[in-house]
Structures are given as structure tokens and as C-alpha cells.
């Protein structure tokens, strides 16, 4: 079975770094792209980046280009997305999915990031 | 970057009645669009890729139709489970997600 597994909530000030993970199992991690998602409370969803964990090569939405960063460890079939300094409008759930055919599929559970001084 | 424009914002339907959802690209996306669902507190699933195919176990009560810039979700007779948040999603240039549309119970 083909599953994501996110790292769990985490809470956080203004101005903090973060690194959350987006674990892969049950298909070759190194042959699919992986995507991010944010949604912040109450609203629609927002498209991030994603990344190719064979070679790391990384695509990012005008939007999030310089906000955040998308890496990948294939070595333990793990995708990320860090901040370098946190800001209280980055409350949100994130979501990391596999692409297949070009689209999210399937989707992990999501980790809630709550940054609030 | 292509805009998604969906609409209704909210669609207030009854169980077994028929749902039609629509998504306009504010340019071409030819058939690189997809469907998701979302119900409360959960991931959005995939229902429908490359405009009309239905995912993996998607009953065969969603269909999806369209290409160019004018795109529909169609679901042919509401089921309980099926009242939640639609979104649509472009894959031609990069990707983008529409605001999506609430299908509420009436």
C-alpha cells in the first residue's frame, strides 16, 4: 500500500526555523515527484513546490519561491519543507502527496503548524 | 500563472439529487485537469485526472468532462457521503488549485 506519513503538529514562535518531514512507503520514492500543499484555517488549498527525490530537482510556486524550502533524503524516503524564520501567517496545515500521473496521489495526513508568539 | 475560477462558491443540493460544479481556466490548461474532494478534517482525495478519468475506487456517480478552459464535475445522483469541498487543479503550467466549491446539504 502506497502511504505518506507526515511528522506531527508542531507549535512555534515568530522568528523560529522548522523542518517538517513527509515520509514514503510502499512504491520506489526515488521515482516519484513529491508535492506540498498549504492550507491555511478555513481556506482552499494552495500548491507549494514539489521535488524528484532521485535527483532533487525542485519546482516552486511564485507565491512560496524564497519562503520556504523543499529537500528530499532518499536514502530514507523522506521529503521536507522548512522554514528559516517563521512568520504567524504560516499557520496552516501542510500536506505533502505523491504525484502520480501528474497529480496528488495519495495524500498524507497533513501537519498542522501553529507559529503564535 | 493560470487562474481557476470555480463556481458556485456553495451549492445547496438534497440526497440524490444531481450536482454540476464548474471550473474556468483563465487560459488553455488542454486536459490537465483534475478533481479533488475534501470532507471536514481530512486530506483531499483525488477523484477525477486528466479532465474525464476517474481515479482508483472513485464511484461511477462523478464524472468529469471539459477541455480548453471550461471544465465540469458532474455527480449523478448525491449520495450523504458526497456533501463536502470540491477543488479543481491545473497541471499545464506548474500547478494551481481553484478556491473550491462547498456542496452543502439543503
Known amino acids: 500500500e502506497v502511504q505518506l506519513v507526515q511528522s506531527g503538529a508542531e507549535v512555534k514562535k515568530p522568528g523560529e526555523s522548522l523542518k517538517i518531514s513527509c515520509k514514503g512507503s510502499?512504491?520506489?520514492?526515488?521515482?516519484?515527484?513529491i508535492g506540498w500543499v498549504r492550507q491555511m484555517p478555513g481556506k482552499g488549498l494552495e500548491w507549494m513546490g514539489i521535488?524528484?527525490?532521485?535527483?532533487?530537482?525542485?519546482r516552486y510556486s511564485p507565491s512560496f519561491q524564497g519562503q520556504v524550502t523543499i529537500s528530499a533524503d532518499k536514502s530514507i524516503s523522506t521529503a521536507y519543507l522548512q522554514w528559516s524564520s517563521l512568520k504567524a501567517s504560516d499557520t496552516a496545515m501542510y500536506y505533502c502527496?505523491?504525484?502520480?500521473?501528474?497529480?496528488?496521489?495519495?495524500w498524507g495526513q497533513g501537519t498542522l503548524v501553529t507559529v503564535s508568539s | 500563472e493560470i487562474v481557476l475560477t470555480q463556481s458556485p462558491a456553495t451549492l445547496s443540493l438534497s440526497p440524490g439529487e444531481r450536482a454540476t460544479l464548474s471550473c474556468r481556466a483563465s487560459?488553455?490548461?488542454?486536459?490537465?485537469l483534475a478533481w479533488y474532494q475534501q470532507k471536514p478534517g481530512q486530506a483531499p482525495r483525488l477523484l477525477i485526472y486528466?479532465?474525464?478519468n476517474r481515479a482508483t475506487g472513485i464511484p461511477a456517480r462523478f464524472s468529469g468532462s471539459g477541455s480548453g478552459t471550461d471544465f465540469t464535475l458532474t455527480i449523478s445522483s448525491l449520495e450523504p457521503e458526497d456533501f463536502a469541498v470540491y477543488y479543481c487543479?491545473?497541471?499545464?503550467?506548474?500547478?494551481?488549485f481553484g478556491q473550491g466549491t462547498k456542496l452543502e446539504i439543503k
Open positions: 502527496a505523491r504525484l502520480n500521473g501528474g497529480y496528488d496521489d495519495p
Open positions: 510502499g512504491y520506489s520514492f526515488t521515482s516519484y515527484w
Open positions: 521535488i524528484y527525490p532521485g535527483d532533487s530537482d525542485t
Open positions: 487560459q488553455s490548461v488542454s486536459s490537465y
Open positions: 486528466d479532465a474525464s
Open positions: 487543479q491545473q497541471r499545464s503550467n506548474l500547478y494551481t
